[in-house]
């Protein structure tokens, strides 16, 4: 069972203020109180801008995937076929991996790595990781779980197709463990390929009550 950390020392924004960027406020830390009180309202933390202060973000709309809704290609399925999948085994590696700074627009820095490093420590924080024949890192994901929700936050991939098979290994364990809202906070080209979709604000928040609560 995940360990409760201390609780929350800040007041934070609401979610349901954020800007025409979904920014609601600026400030406080990445203690492991502070981020659950921010995922159970509706919020996450991302840099203002690189080296900047913690920018707490509630996009409207906001990205899901329905848990039903994945869509997995014939080539993706061939995919699975080729990888082996595992649960947070090098948590700290899918995390670095994540924050490669070669990557465009990367944004986790040394404090975002320790602080969900924690996080995973105390039961909360989750890896999926991809490995191929050699038993190698080659395409992962990590994100916060409470209760039915799962939180996603980044992922990777060094061979083709890593990435999206984790992700759906991901929806089947979440399917599994009745889990109910799978946020993936903004959708992308990459992610509406595979089932994400936009919804308003106000809605996720309603979703995300009940799945905090365990409700379906």
């Given at each position: 069972m995940p360990v409760e950390p201390p609780p929350c020392e800040w007041l934070l924004p609401s979610p349901e203020l954020g800007d025409e960027h979904g920014v609601c406020g600026i400030g406080a830390d990445l203690a492991p109180g502070t981020l659950l009180a921010a995922y159970r309202t509706g919020l996450f933390p991302m840099r203002a801008f690189p080296d900047g202060p913690i920018a707490w973000w509630s996009p409207d709309p906001?990205?899901?995937?329905?848990?039903?809704?994945?869509?997995?290609?014939?080539?993706?399925?061939?995919?699975?076929?080729?990888?082996?999948?595992?649960?947070?085994?090098?948590?700290?590696?899918?995390?670095?991996?994540?924050?490669?700074?070669?990557?465009?627009?990367?944004?986790?820095?040394?404090?975002?790595?320790?602080?969900?490093?924690?996080?995973?420590?105390?039961?909360?924080?989750?890896?999926i990781e991809t490995r191929d024949a050699t038993g190698a890192l080659v395409g992962g994901l990590y994100g916060v779980q409470i209760g039915g929700l799962f939180a996603g936050e980044s992922m990777f991939h060094r061979a083709t197709d890593?990435?999206?098979?984790?992700?759906?290994?991901?929806?089947?364990?979440?399917?599994?463990?009745?889990?109910?809202?799978?946020?993936?906070?903004?959708?992308?080209?990459?992610?509406?390929?595979?089932?994400?979709?936009?919804?308003?604000?106000?809605?996720?928040?309603?979703?995300?009550?009940?799945?905090?609560?365990?409700?379906?």
């Open positions: 906001r990205g899901i995937i329905p848990l039903d809704g994945l869509r997995v290609s014939r080539s993706l399925r061939r995919a699975t076929a080729r990888f082996d999948v595992t649960f947070d085994t090098d948590f700290e590696g899918v995390m670095r991996a994540c924050a490669d700074p070669r990557r465009p627009h990367g944004w986790i820095d040394e404090g975002f790595i320790a602080a969900y490093v924690e996080l995973h420590g105390l039961g909360w924080a989750h890896s890593a990435s999206k098979v984790a992700l759906v290994a991901t929806v089947e364990l979440l399917r599994h463990t009745g889990a109910t809202l799978f946020d993936v906070q903004w959708t992308t080209d990459h992610l509406e390929s595979l089932g994400a979709v936009d919804v308003p604000r106000s809605e996720y928040l309603t979703r995300l009550r009940d799945a905090v609560r365990g409700r379906a």
